[in-house]
């Protein structure tokens, strides 16, 4: 059985595909599909993957071939010539059964309305995606970027409000081909679900005799206005024996620790939408700062 499948994946000499193609058409395994071929020739004739032998079950009938029985050696690129002359070309696949959900994780850094979305499919896949956007209107395809099964793309809505409170999920729409099948999913949520805060900027340490001073600024992609767009610090430091302490500070931009830590690092999220922390800063040497002071000296 294994052996069979396996000869007839191998009977499809489709080229694998690497964009999405313009046209393509979807049919039920086992079901007819009839192609069209858009052109005001009256007879043309048809390749499938640039093969001009066509199978015994296929007719050809002036602008249309119709495939009876559609099973994967059916599947490719049919296009439709005139003598040489080529006039249209049509992607030809099988629906796949419905799968368990796709696993797709989306993240936005902010709340201006752009996102990132990544997700796993088959090796040989190609993917787009589109967007319903909050004010309902729906957004162009957007071709994903992907190889070795793992694909992503990023998405605008521009109708999004960053002060409007959000009364309906944006839903994201993908669709992909394989050499032989395509696949549907949809995934809905809300911008404020995946918002994860870049990491704050620009962390400095300063030994001023026994005390240290440490100043920050929120990540440039967060929005202003700061009342309006709060975040909360965490701020961890590493004393000499190894123990990490972590301070939180809601708002501020500066603080001073009377402790010998060793090194210092600093994340943040929105308190109020309780979103995920940013990633962590790099860690910043205290020495490294202490020594920069001395040298300035
Ligand atoms: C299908 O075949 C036509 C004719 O060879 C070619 O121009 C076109 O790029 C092919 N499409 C895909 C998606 O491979
Ligand atoms: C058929 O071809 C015409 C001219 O190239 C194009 O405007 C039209 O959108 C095509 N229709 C389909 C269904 O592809
Ligand atoms: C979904 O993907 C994320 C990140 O790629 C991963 O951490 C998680 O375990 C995955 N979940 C499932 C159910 O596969
Ligand atoms: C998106 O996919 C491309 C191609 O696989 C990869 O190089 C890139 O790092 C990915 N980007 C993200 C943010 O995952
Ligand atoms: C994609 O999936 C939706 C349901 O999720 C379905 O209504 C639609 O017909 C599918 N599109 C195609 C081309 O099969
Ligand atoms: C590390 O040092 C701190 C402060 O000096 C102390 O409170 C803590 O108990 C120490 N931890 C360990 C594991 O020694």
Known sequence: MLVLVGLMLCLA????????????QVGKLNGNVVLKCNTSEQQVTWRQNGDTELMAEFDAQGQTLTISGLDLPATGNYSCWAGTVLLD???LVVSRPREKRMNV?????SYRGSFH????GPHSAVFRARLTRSDGSLGEWVPATGHHGQFN?????PSFCPF?????????????????SYLNFSIHFFIHDIVRPDPPQELTVQRRGEKLYLAWAPPASWPLPKSYFALLYRLQYEL?????????????????????AQRVRISCQDPYINTAWSPWSAWQDVDAAQQH?????
């Open 105 to 109: 994780s989306c993240q936005a850094e």
């Open 240 to 260: 000499p024996n190894g123990t990490q302490v972590d301070k939180y500070m809601e708002g501020a931009e500066e603080t001073q620790l009377q402790e010998r």
């Open 153 to 157: 793309a990023s998405f605008v809505d």
């Open 293 to 297: 002071q001395l040298r300035g000296r």
């Open 89 to 91: 070309a049509t992607y």
């Open 117 to 120: 979305c990544s997700w796993t």
């Open 164 to 180: 409007a409170e959000e009364l309906r999920p944006l839903e994201l729409h993908l669709e992909g081909l394989s050499d032989t």
């Open 13 to 24: 000499p489709a080229d694998a595909l690497t964009a999405f193609p313009p046209k393509f």
